[in-house]
């Protein structure tokens, strides 16, 4: 091996550690766990200097949240390199991979929230009686987070991956909210419903160019008019490094890294009303669209 290269995966292996160390403080946070006090020492002087103050003032829910964060990422990244030759798709059957994933998507319900406040009638939509459709639930975390937080709507959760809905009725029967979330093995391209979903929610990433036209085709006719469409993109890397991890990512997720523009565009030749691209805080950013009030039969 080339001193150069030694050098580089030294130098790539500290922010590794680095997120090691903020995921395990956060496990002995939230799990109260009895660690021995040098290496709790330093778990706290490592995350001390990713941020001071970094762990200050927790919000209810964001330590479960930014360590699935930790854990999702961590295990995917293993995957991609014990498992370099294998094809794009998400047919991850790990269940902490499955769950961590559904726990870092209850984020995306609160980020819907704090965007609906620009929108007056988006807000209303989420506080009436209706269906929130949630495309691609997977564990069923989101659809879960969508019922409690939003009581006067039902929601609807599909995924064709068995793997992931047998652990989301699991979760469902143990939550607070099982008489208004339902679970279907099916690909949105086969919903059925039609002028029916006040709200649906569409993971962008997770889908190709390919099968997005006939996703969001079905999702228009599911929409009642006037009803919303919520398009999740990754938020922009930062860098090239991060642009190149990113797609690798969501390649290896079976999907395709979307622009704004690239939405705005699919959107506009299916007759959605765009009302724009937002950016309401990671890990996503959203484009906001609408079935309009006169929709055309399709």
């Known amino acids: 091996m080339s001193e150069s290269l030694i050098t580089k995966v030294l130098q790539l292996s500290?922010?590794?550690?680095?997120?090691?160390a903020l995921g395990a403080e956060l496990r002995a946070l939230q799990e109260h766990l009895d660690v021995d006090p040098r290496v709790?020492?330093?778990?706290?002087?490592?995350v001390a200097a990713i941020g001071p103050q970094l762990l200050d003032e927790l919000k209810p829910g964001?330590?479960?949240s930014a360590l699935a964060l930790v854990q999702t990422v961590f295990r995917q990244a293993l995957d991609v390199l014990e498992n370099p030759t294998r094809a794009p798709g998400w047919i991850y059957d790990d269940p902490v991979v499955l769950q961590t994933q559904g726990q870092v998507s209850r984020v995306i319900v609160h980020r819907i929230d704090a965007l609906a406040k620009q929108h007056p009638s988006l807000v209303a939509a989420l506080r009436a009686p209706g269906v929130f459709l949630d495309v691609g639930t997977g564990v069923g975390w989101l659809a879960i987070e969508a019922a409690r937080t939003w009581p006067a709507l039902k929601v609807l959760g599909?995924?064709?991956w068995?793997?992931?809905?047998?652990?989301a009725r699991e979760n469902l029967a143990h939550s607070d909210?099982?008489?208004?979330?339902?679970?279907?093995?099916q690909r949105v391209e086969e919903l059925e419903e039609v002028a029916s979903v006040a709200i649906a929610w569409v993971p962008g990433p997770f889908f190709t160019r390919e099968v997005a036209h006939g996703a969001l085709a079905s999702v228009f006719r599911a929409l009642r008019p006037g009803g919303w469409l919520v398009f999740g993109l990754t938020a922009a890397p930062a860098d090239s490094l991060a642009d190149a991890v990113t797609r690798l990512r969501t390649l290896r997720s079976g999907g395709h890294c979307w622009t704004a523009d690239e939405v705005?565009?699919?959107?506009?030749?299916l007759e959605f009303t765009v009302i724009g691209a937002f950016s309401p805080g990671p890990p996503v950013h959203f484009v906001l669209a609408q079935r309009p009030a006169e929709a055309q039969k399709r």
């Open 162 to 167: 068995e793997p992931a809905l047998t652990l």
């Open 158 to 160: 599909l995924d064709p």
């Open 264 to 269: 705005v565009e699919r959107l506009r030749q």
């Open 40 to 46: 709790r020492a330093l778990l706290q002087e490592a």
């Open 62 to 64: 964001d330590t479960t």
């Open 177 to 185: 909210v099982a008489d208004r979330v339902t679970f279907r093995a």
């Open 14 to 20: 500290v922010p590794v550690e680095a997120l090691a």
